[in-house]
């Protein structure tokens, strides 16, 4: 690998002493002689380093601000009042305010991945030290790092090499935070620019995590097809002692499986967990169950079912173990993270921390060392279990209609709700003991529980939910694919040119979070539909957990019934938050492996690539966090479009071109070197979805690229009718501005197209080698 | 009728809407713009008063009053199964955009719209596009029609019931000369 360190190379010296001749000194790490691939231009971009291509992407897909408040209070000149132009005491108005809370979050979500990437590469180096090799996919797998290699030019091929990675990640979140302190940065397009660098940094921090965690902990390994392993509330035995793992550093349930393993007692315990931390249990251990996302963490522990509540990082509520005492179950967190005020008993033995847990003497520990989390909490699930007998705060059925009787018809809980949820008509049928409309909320609730904050009267109104919901709750049995981690080489070689030409109409990546809504079903459904129509569709974290939710015709869920792989058709599983760094990979890599560019140091090359000729789009149907605005921040620098459900409105900010403006589409022919209209392909960057319906026309329009071949944008085309027609009810407005060439249109359609182009004055256009960057003209003609 | 934002953590606004005390100020206001539109959200076909869809009080609203109507989301479908055509169909943050670009010249190319109806997306995607527009459009007058009131917009009804809300668009529709 390369570094940044001295390295100094003496053919000859002469001193007063004596003649030094071929003196080679390196401080710091040897230099990696095997990557030979020539250095780009931008090797560990600083903040400004590519400013130029994201003013490219800004200047075509301009922000609108929808500022969530109308007033600055970051610092004591404040608060300041800037609604419709007014600055604040420091001089920042309401577009550059607005901009600074997107770099904001977003640096918030890439130092929270890098963070966890930082902790278990730390980890794993002193468990299994620093030349520990990298092996994301044995011979499968040649690219193993693909955005590492790309913007910081490194090979990483051991542990120890993931440092110098990190270390240049988390240099860059504290540059782009230091910018939003006041009397810094003041431009709205600059505070973006910086909101793509800390997201690009995020995709590097998060494929650090997942490689270190691949490598070291044995995971499935890209270009295997990895087993189907159980999900939900339903398919946990109940039977048997339940440790829950909330989070997503599998770090601690890794030390609980192995301790379960080492005393014989894995077949007599269930380690289940929920949110991200899931993905990786059972890719460490097939047996693990995925609960749920974050949504379920409620349910799960007012249901008594968690005898023992772990607790590491991200996305685990700040009230579990208030939740968790309330049903008896002690809790051990294992985070520096996330330390819940709980005494430090790291350096106490596990006898005593376990009579503590037992005896009730205290309600949780913090333990981080995590053999140590390992053995208290398999000891203490396996003691408690007898005590706690499934201990829950679930009212009876008959109580759920007494309780609904004191409820004031102050809606209240509604107006707290987020999704607006019409909880006091639901209250009002439970008083005549019908609880049918409590069981419809279970499907659409996020789980959150502003409801009982906001009822004067105290209603539990989540637990009569929950209870309405039972059945249904305890029939949750379904099926995940464990997380498959990177795209092998293979796979890419072999969708890499019907993607590029279009002939697979595009790659869905289906990511994030559960704040859906409407319910999970929304991602089963876009997920099979385009499945069903033959684009590649890769899921995540909490959406590739909805998608297995459900159930077709035939019994099978999504995993069952379409192949695993990266393919047309597929619908794979790359695991948990961290592994959405191998969706960015597998674009990269199609422009390496595929299209042959160099990657090393070479990032506005390759985004232009991605940008201009590969058909993906990135869907955050319940988008709720900071890391998920990380995560689309970094998908925007490499031109990919992304789509947020209607809470993702909440991000304050759209990216949007404007279609029937022709100069905003202007792309450079690489090989006349002269500019020409590309069609609005992608028309947006970053946009929100009001429904499904909507969605999913908005996917079918987005994946087209200037570069789609006539044969591939007539697929494309057919699909983005077909779904329009079928969703909105009616032909699309904007056909004429897709196609170039009569062999663009479909040739089914051709009649009522040709219509169409008449009405608006259509005329033919060429199809560009597209490139927004001009050295890429000299290029080709060198 | 209360005056407090429909969800209780949207307070945030130092500027706060008018409250529209009667249907007939709304009207009035609505005659008075030279280039009304009114974007009509996905929740019109969730919500119901009288037996009847809110897309159906919309429709009869805007046929007497001859204001555009933009539908976002999947709405256009809806719109046409009940025989009204809007006068476009666009994504909800597109329309927003284009109106609060002062340079747009609406949706006939005859001018910029001077005032915005919005109704019937969810809450608080309105709330956003509406802040969008108060802050970035600051002459543009913004009204909604939903029976939650929006402290974002220019003009907004208070916290209403449904049957208040049913007949507020009614009074609307007939103030109009629909039925």
Known sequence: ??????????????????????????????????????????????????RDWDLKLLNKYKPFYMPDCDSCCLCTFGKCDLTAGKRGACGLDIAAQSSRIVAIACSIGAACHSAHSRHLVHHLIEKYGRRYPLDVGGLNVKVEAPITRLVTGIKPETLGDLDDVLAY???????????????????????????FHVGMCDHIGMEVGDIAQISALNYPKAGTETPLVKLGI?????????????????????????????????????????????????????????????????????????????????????????????????????????????????????????????????????????DKVGEVAVRVAMKIAPIRKRKNVLPSAEEVVTISKTCTQCKLCQRSCPQDLAIPVAMKAATTGDISKLTDLYEVCVGCGRCEQACPQKIMIHSLIIKAGEKAMYSEDNLCRSGSGAVSDVEIRSVGGPIVLGEIPGIIAMVGCSNYPKGGKDVYDIAREFASRRYIVVLSGCSA???????????????????????????????????????????????????????????????????????????????????????????????VPVIVGPHGSKYRRVLLGRKEDPENWNVIDARTGETVNGGPAPEHLFNVAETKEECIVQIAKLVMRPNDTWKGRAGKLSHYIDLHKRYMGVMPNDIHLYIRTPADIPITMKDEIQKILEEHNWKETTIPDPTLLPRMVRKMKE | MSCEPWQCAEIAATKKANPIPKPEVAVAMIQRAAHPIIIAGSNLTERSMDCRLAIDFIIDLAKASNVQV?????????????????????????????????????LDGKGHPDLVILVGMPY??????????????????????DNMYHVHASWSFPNASLEDWANNLKMMTSKFGGN
């Open chain 1, 169 to 195: 990640v988390e240099e860059q979140i504290t540059q782009v935070l230091a910018a939003a302190h006041t009397g810094q940065e003041a431009n709205p397009l600059d505070f973006e620019s910086k909101a």
């Open chain 1, 545 to 639: 957990m909805a998608a297995g939710s459900y159930r077709n015709s035939e019994g099978q869920t999504i995993y069952e019934e379409f192949p695993g792989g990266f393919e047309a058709g597929g619908v794979s599983n790359v695991g948990s938050c961290v592994s959405n760094s191998h969706i960015a990979g597998a674009a990269i890599k199609v422009a390496n492996i595929f299209a042959k560019r160099n990657l090393r140091g070479n990032y506005e090359e390759i985004a232009d690539y991605i940008h201009n000729r590969l058909g993906a789009v990135g869907l955050a149907w319940g988008a709720y966090s900071q890391k998920a605005a990380a995560i689309g921040a970094g998908f925007w620098r490499l031109g």
């Open chain 2, 70 to 106: 933009v539908a976002t989301a999947h709405m256009v479908g809806e719109f046409i199964k009940r025989g009204y055509q809007p006068a476009a169909f666009m994504n909800a943050m597109e329309i927003g955009q284009r109106v609060a670009d002062p340079t747009w010249m609406g």
């Open chain 1, 234 to 370: 339903g398919s946990v035995d109940r039977t048997k002692p339940v440790v829950m793992c909330i989070g997503h550093n599998v770090v601690p349930s890794v030390g609980i499986i192995d301790y379960a393993k080492e005393q014989k007692i894995d077949e007599n315990i269930e380690v289940v967990g929920l949110c991200c931390t899931a993905h990786d249990i059972t890719r460490y251990y097939p047996r693990g169950r995925i609960v749920g996302p974050i949504s379920w963490e409620l349910r799960f522990i007012r249901a008594g079912l968690a005898d023992v509540v772990v607790l590491d990082e991200q996305c685990v509520r700040t009230d579990a173990a208030d939740e968790a005492a309330k049903v008896g179950s002690p809790v051990i967190a294992a985070s520096e993270k996330n330390c819940v005020g709980f005494k430090n008993r790291t350096n106490d033995t596990t006898d005593a921390i376990v009579d503590d847990l037992i005896s009730g003497k205290v309600k949780g520990v913090l333990i981080l060392d995590p």
């Open chain 2, 124 to 145: 608080y995607m309105q709330a956003l596009i509406l802040s969008g527009l108060k802050h970035f459009a600051p002459t543009l007058k913004t009204m909604t029609l």
């Open chain 1, 1 to 50: 690998m390369t570094t940044k360190n001295i390295h100094i190379k003496l053919d000859e010296m002469k001193t007063n002493s004596g003649l030094v001749k071929n003196l080679e000194l390196s401080i710091g790490k040897i230099v990696n002689e095997n990557y030979n691939e020539p250095m780009g231009p931008t090797p560990m971009p600083s903040v400004t380093a590519l």
